[in-house]
């Protein structure tokens, strides 16, 4: 059985920084493609940011970039993401998603093609 677990979340002050981290167990990832949404209720999901294991290696969305950094342990087969700079807007439920493919980079954006999901983890930016 599959499982994504994420860890990190929080409550963090407009400006500072936090860490998710996103283990896998059940299965390796380590030539597919792990990544992180995020959703705040009433509205999509949005893409964050992705890591192509095998070859391709980070994507980001506009607005996480230069702020947030994507990262892995292959060893421990866990995917994290380094969130600096944090914004108001950045309140969410960040949720890993991860698939066995290498996707191409026009196709990590979707959510569609992943095929695992964890739980997710709030990060809540106060001013």
């Known amino acids: 059985q599959v499982q994504l677990v994420e860890s990190g979340g929080g409550l963090v002050q407009a400006g500072g920084s936090l860490r998710l981290s996103c283990a896998a167990s059940?299965?390796?990832?380590?030539?597919?493609?792990m990544g992180w949404f995020r959703q705040v209720v009433g509205k999509e999901r949005e893409f964050v940011a992705v890591?192509?294991?095998?070859?391709?290696?980070?994507s980001y969305a506009d607005a996480v970039k230069g702020r947030f950094t994507i990262s892995r342990d292959s060893a421990k087969n866990t995917v994290y993401l380094q969130m600096t700079n944090l914004q108001l807007a950045d309140t969410a439920v960040y949720y890993c998603?991860?698939?066995?493919?290498?996707?191409?980079?026009?196709?990590?954006?979707?959510?569609?093609?992943?095929?695992?999901w964890g739980q997710g983890t709030q990060v809540t930016v106060s001013s």
């Open positions: 998603a991860a698939t066995t493919s290498r996707l191409i980079l026009s196709r990590v954006w979707n959510g569609e093609n992943y095929d695992y």
């Open positions: 059940g299965r390796t990832f380590s030539s597919g493609t």
């Open positions: 890591f192509r294991w095998s070859g391709g290696g980070p």
